[in-house]
Nanobody, 124 residues
């Protein structure tokens, strides 16, 4: 059974940095993909970034490109989201997601496994 656990959220001032972690158990990184999404209460969940483990290929939403970086630790079975130059509009609950069937997509509905989320709050 796959379990995803996010950590690392918190409150920072604009311009600050945070590193989120997503620890995965029961999920094989090789040949698969993992994604980060975020959601503001009352709004739809939106994609932040993807990592395709084979080849370590990453992709980012335009809103975070150049500021956020996804990386993987195959030994720890953990994916990280390094967030720099944070803005108040980055405030949201951040989730990691994984799936073995559909590969890397930006669509919420294609991900079977989700963590419970970690809150990021950026103050101006």
């Amino acid at each position: 059974q796959v379990h995803l656990v996010e950590s690392g959220g918190g409150s920072v001032q604009a311009g600050g940095s945070l590193r989120l972690s997503c620890a995965a158990s029961g999920y094989t990184f090789s040949g698969n993909c993992m994604a980060w999404f975020r959601q503001v209460q009352g709004k739809e969940r939106e994609g932040v970034g993807l990592i395709f483990f084979m080849g370590n290929v990453t992709s980012y939403a335009d809103s975070v490109k150049g500021r956020f970086t996804i990386s993987q630790d195959n030994v720890e079975n953990t994916v990280y989201l390094q967030m720099n130059s944070l803005k108040p509009e980055d405030t949201a609950m951040y989730y990691c997601a994984a799936d073995e069937k559909y590969g890397c997509t930006w669509y919420v509905g294609t991900y079977k496994y989700w963590g419970h989320g970690t809150q990021v709050t950026v103050s101006s």
